[in-house]
């Protein structure tokens, strides 16, 4: 199953979005893309708890 990821559900003006298999790649990738275009480090934890906030559960993100 896919998750959709828009850099603009996450408070920035971005037209950046992911659409892939819920991985941690995934979440990873969204995380190299704020640092990279947004300037902010957030940690894997953090990311992950925004995707989270955001009403994915953990569990259904593969490993």
Same mark, same amino acid.
């Not at 990821?5 to 969204?30: A, H, P, Q, S, V």
């Given at each position: 199953?896919?998750?959709? #990821? @828009?850099?603009?559900?996450?408070?920035?003006?971005?037209?950046?979005?992911?659409? +892939?298999?819920? $991985?941690?790649?995934?979440?990873?990738? #969204? @995380?190299?893309?704020?640092?990279?275009?947004?300037?902010?480090?957030?940690?894997? +934890?953090?990311? $992950?708890?925004?995707?989270?906030?955001?009403?994915?559960?953990?569990?259904?993100?593969?490993?």
């Amino acid at each position: 199953m896919n998750l959709q #990821l @828009r850099c603009d559900d996450y408070g920035f003006e971005c037209e950046f979005e992911l659409n +892939e298999e819920k $991985t941690m790649g995934l979440i990873k990738k #969204l @995380r190299d893309h704020f640092e990279e275009a947004h300037g902010i480090d957030y940690t894997i +934890e953090a990311v $992950t708890q925004m995707i989270t906030n955001r009403g994915h559960s953990l569990e259904s993100i593969k490993k």
